[in-house]
């Protein structure tokens, strides 16, 4: 069925300002373009971006062609009264920020893909949005393409929401399937991935596991209803993983993955992004490459599994997109009946406190290189067993690494069941200064994701 476009009910279309025409402005430009019809058919009304702002106003130009009017002033957009909904695509905390709350101060809704600065200043911007009464939408904050915000915030909001486990960055989840399936080290597929175009422009961001940390952190205040907390979050990398655990690890039946995880405790709730080993038979340890994957447990439902790209062009534009729709449906609503930013009424949050690492419950992978020695085995378990730590496997392997006048030498691996993070800690102490223990031992936490 098509719309009635008669002069009756014509509306005027909603008029978009770009912040920013890079890789997901020019994808989101070049979409709204070819599906217009579609996506006019959709929100009842069609949506144009009638301006961009960019430093480089060539680049815009030439992304945009004659129609569009271009600026090198971001705030040129921001002032000019046609302007509807203004989209930030520049990133970071910086500059970014200070336009979007102009924007929002400016009545104009607000589409933006920036997770660090909605995990950092979040807060900050959803307040000022809701005292003015417009919108600033963020799909494509998270997950690119996958459209895990909406799912959270409306498709599972009968549920109590147990835990989520995530691979929510490309980048990482590319270099960890490469070190694992062609054996190679960690630099040489860094730089392949960086060529690639997932990394982000610091790529420091996803090896550390920060631009992962900034997606977990807007997850866990929409999944359960507390404030955006990126400073409590607990944050490793994969910098210090070798290829050596990796296959170990695959040996036992699981798959290094960069987890973000939030989960909900009695006490509270832990928010990591670590390494973590999961089980291979879980559909989410079989993501590979830049793909990204998002396993969402609810009370009601149980559980549910989001896959897709989580970076790129179109991927990302498809989620800015999705938003400029919802935006124009509900900007004529009553500011109560649209759906709140963070999934809860803002007056009905919880203050349910973000749990230190110490507290945190998990399953442990360790390998400690010992001496080839009667009773090596024996000392190391006692350890676990005086910190009540149960051991779930244990396997006694000649390192790869091993050789020449380190023949004597072994690679221990146990696999234990659920601690809190300070009992381990403790053990590993211990376990470290025995002097049959040659090198700092690896820990890399466990999911079983059941
Ligand atoms: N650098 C990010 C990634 C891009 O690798 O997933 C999308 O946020």
Redesign the pocket.
Known sequence: MQIDLSKETYMKPIQVGLLGIGVVGSGTFNVLKRNHSEIERRAGRAIEITMVADLDTERARAAVGPDVTVVGDARAVIANKDIDIVIELIGGYGIAKTLVLEAIAAGKHVVTAN?ALLAVHGTEIFAAASAKGVMVAFEAAVA?GIPIIKALREGLTANRIEWIAGI?????NFILSEMRSKGLDFAAVLQEAQRLG???ADPT??IEGV?AAH?ATIMSAIAFGIPVQFGKAYVEGITQLSSQDIKYAEQLGYRIKLLGIAKRRPEGIELRVHPSLVPTKRLIANVEG?M?AVMVQGDAVGTTLYYGK??GSEP?ASAVIADLVDITRLHTADAAQRVPHLAFQPNAMSDLPILPMAQVVTSYYLRLRVADQTGVLAKVTGILAEADISIDAVLQRESDEVGGSEANQTDLIILTHDCTEARMDAALVRMQALPTVLQNIVRIRKEELA
């Open positions: 997770k690119g929510i960055n490309g980048t990482t997932y990394a982000e961001f996803d631009d997606k830049a990204n989580g970076a990302t």
